[in-house]
């Protein structure tokens, strides 16, 4: 499908999606929005004062009391006025209430009909002015509800507008939803959410957020601990990502399908499964690179994304969508694993960051045969390996790694100085002194190959360490420890 299609298709799709969905009026700011609405403010007493004029104290007050038909024909004929109407009142309004109340009405407005938007930007470039500015400003505001309602209007502006945000207005926006979304005990993350849903939609907003982080962003967000409505939330905001091909290596990059996969075999609405498959799907028909596409398959079924489609597979879903997207990943990644290799299986779980002890990691065969693959790419496995013994606090991976840093000293000639070099053998000694017994005994293990080039005497002198019963000569004679 071609990028235009792509883009006219995503941006087509409903802004409160799911049917029977009862987000719009459940969200922590819709919710409040709806007591706003209900609130009593004294035009009068503006004008009065003079902090507004007697024509934007006329429009305002024929604006609230029309509805309906009688509206529609209000804005027509007096488009600029309700502009200037809008801009003047939060310009010289300071009461917080007021402004929350001047923001609610003018969301309604724009939600009411998308190409009302038109009537903002036609006036700010009659006016040779940043349409952004005034918006971009309240931001800064203290006050939670203000910001977030100002941050609807802005999606909405950026997205249904002929001209779209550009430069530091942009960058400025989504910096701003980044850090909402990052923001501990975030009361309005839902709104935070439902503005990425609509940005991201657009392939210059979603390059633009991916350029910032925003890819690292969702994955430490998704791994936390978060309800099934924000899950599907982020989780349709990488969905619409995946529809820009260069943004899926990204995500193999922040181990987007282990967390998703962790997501999938534990949710409970069909939401979250049915857009965490599309996800996926995407990442598998996206890329154009036939290895990507293996590498993702590989990284789905290591995630245990194949056990649970067969376990959907016995579900009965009204949507069609989700049966066929459940049809589409088994087959694919069930084709897959026949045509895996053990390297194929190890880069994958290095690259996933969870290692156990699967097979491969004991074999003495696959050692022989892959240690030299490890320094593909610019020892890009290697590289991986020392991060996690810098960066996990799982003891499980901590001395998996250790041992496969040993296995590849063992196996390959130049095997010590490239580890050092990588910085892995100052890794190795620090897990020396680790709490973990296990970890203590693999960093040994590693160490000791690091440093001694008699690896098969060596190995057995530590398994007599570890079990000193055993016995290792036909003379009877026991090896001294």
């Given at each position: 499908?071609?990028?235009?299609?792509?883009?006219?298709?995503?941006?087509?799709?409903?802004?409160?999606?799911?049917?029977?969905?009862?987000?719009?009026?459940?969200?922590?700011?819709?919710?409040?929005?709806?007591?706003?609405?209900?609130?009593?403010?004294?035009?009068?007493?503006?004008?009065?004062?003079?902090?507004?004029?007697?024509?934007?104290?006329?429009?305002?007050?024929?604006?609230?009391?029309?509805?309906?038909?009688?509206?529609?024909?209000?804005?027509?004929?007096?488009?600029?006025?309700?502009?200037?109407?809008?801009?003047?009142?939060?310009?010289?309004?300071?009461?917080?209430?007021?402004?929350?109340?001047?923001?609610?009405?003018?969301?309604?407005?724009?939600?009411?009909?998308?190409?009302?938007?038109?009537?903002?930007?036609?006036?700010?470039?009659?006016?040779?002015?940043?349409?952004?500015?005034?918006?971009?400003?309240?931001?800064?505001?203290?006050?939670?509800?203000?910001?977030?309602?100002?941050?609807?209007?802005?999606?909405?502006?950026?997205?249904?507008?002929?001209?779209?945000?550009?430069?530091?207005?942009?960058?400025?926006?989504?910096?701003?939803?980044?850090?909402?979304?990052?923001?501990?005990?975030?009361?309005?993350?839902?709104?935070?959410?439902?503005?990425?849903?609509?940005?991201?939609?657009?392939?210059?907003?979603?390059?633009?957020?991916?350029?910032?982080?925003?890819?690292?962003?969702?994955?430490?967000?998704?791994?936390?601990?978060?309800?099934?409505?924000?899950?599907?939330?982020?989780?349709?905001?990488?969905?619409?990502?995946?529809?820009?091909?260069?943004?899926?290596?990204?995500?193999?990059?922040?181990?987007?399908?282990?967390?998703?996969?962790?997501?999938?075999?534990?949710?409970?609405?069909?939401?979250?499964?049915?857009i965490i498959l599309a996800v996926f799907r995407n990442m598998i028909e996206k890329p154009e690179d036939a290895s990507m596409i293996k590498e993702?398959?590989?990284?789905?079924?290591?995630?245990?994304?194949?056990?649970?489609?067969?376990?959907?597979?016995?579900?009965?879903?009204?949507?069609?969508?989700?049966?066929?997207?459940?049809?589409?990943?088994?087959?694919?990644?069930?084709?897959?694993?026949?045509?895996?290799?053990?390297?194929?299986?190890?880069?994958?779980?290095?690259?996933?960051?969870?290692?156990?002890?699967?097979?491969?990691?004991?074999?003495?065969?696959?050692?022989?045969?892959?240690?030299?693959?490890?320094?593909?790419?610019?020892?890009?496995?290697?590289?991986?390996?020392?991060?996690?013994?810098?960066?996990?606090?799982?003891?499980?991976?901590?001395?998996?790694?250790?041992?496969?840093?040993?296995?590849?000293?063992?196996?390959?000639?130049?095997?010590?100085?490239?580890?050092?070099?990588?910085?892995?053998?100052?890794?190795?000694?620090?897990?020396?002194?680790?709490?973990?017994?296990?970890?203590?005994?693999?960093?040994?293990?590693?160490?000791?190959?690091?440093?001694?080039?008699?690896?098969?005497y060596l190995g057995k002198q530590l398994e007599k360490e570890k079990n000193p019963s055993s016995e290792s000569s036909s003379t009877g004679v026991?090896?001294?420890?």
């Amino acid at each position: 499908m071609a990028d235009s299609k792509i883009n006219s298709m995503l941006m087509k799709l409903p802004d409160e999606t799911g049917k029977g969905d009862v987000l719009a009026a459940t969200s922590v700011l819709q919710q409040r929005a709806n007591e706003i609405r209900n609130s009593s403010i004294n035009w009068q007493s503006y004008l009065q004062s003079q902090m507004i004029g007697d024509d934007d104290y006329r429009f305002i007050t024929e604006y609230l009391s029309s509805d309906g038909t009688k509206r529609d024909s209000l804005l027509q004929v007096q488009r600029s006025q309700c502009a200037k109407t809008f801009l003047s009142l939060l310009e010289h309004i300071s009461k917080d209430q007021t402004v929350q109340y001047i923001l609610t009405i003018m969301d309604d407005m724009l939600q009411e009909d998308k190409n009302r938007v038109e009537i903002i930007r036609e006036y700010a470039k009659k006016k040779r002015e940043n349409v952004w500015s005034p918006f971009l400003n309240l931001l800064n505001r203290p006050d939670g509800f203000i910001q977030n309602m100002t941050s609807r209007i802005i999606a909405k502006l950026a997205c249904w507008s002929r001209d779209p945000m550009e430069g530091t207005d942009l960058t400025f926006y989504l910096t701003w939803l980044k850090d909402q979304l990052q923001t501990v005990n975030n009361e309005y993350v839902q709104t935070t959410a439902r503005c990425l849903q609509m940005m991201l939609r657009d392939e210059k907003y979603r390059l633009a957020f991916a350029g910032m982080g925003g890819v690292s962003v969702l994955a430490n967000v998704l791994s936390g601990r978060i309800n099934f409505q924000i899950q599907y939330q982020l989780a349709f905001c990488l969905w619409v990502m995946t529809f820009s091909t260069q943004l899926v290596e990204q995500m193999n990059k922040h181990k987007i399908i282990p967390i998703l996969g962790d997501i999938l075999n534990d949710a409970v609405k069909d939401k979250v499964t049915r857009i965490i498959l599309a996800v996926f799907r995407n990442m598998i028909e996206k890329p154009e690179d036939a290895s990507m596409i293996k590498e993702n398959c590989v990284a789905m079924v290591q995630a245990k994304v194949l056990k649970q489609l067969s376990i959907l597979q016995q579900h009965k879903f009204d949507d069609e969508d989700i049966m066929a997207d459940i049809e589409f990943l088994n087959e694919k990644l069930l084709a897959s694993i026949q045509d895996l290799s053990s390297f194929d299986e190890y880069s994958t779980e290095v690259k996933s960051g969870r290692l156990e002890w699967s097979p491969v990691h004991k074999s003495e065969r696959f050692w022989r045969e892959n240690a030299p693959r490890l320094i593909e790419k610019n020892y890009e496995l290697l590289k991986m390996l020392v991060h996690l013994l810098e960066t996990s606090s799982d003891t499980l991976v901590l001395a998996v790694a250790s041992y496969d840093i040993g296995e590849f000293v063992r196996h390959y000639p130049r095997g010590k100085s490239i580890i050092e070099q990588l910085g892995g053998k100052q890794m190795v000694m620090q897990l020396l002194a680790h709490e973990d017994p296990n970890v203590r005994y693999e960093a040994l293990l590693a160490v000791q190959k690091l440093m001694v080039h008699n690896w098969e005497y060596l190995g057995k002198q530590l398994e007599k360490e570890k079990n000193p019963s055993s016995e290792s000569s036909s003379t009877g004679v026991k090896t001294k420890g």
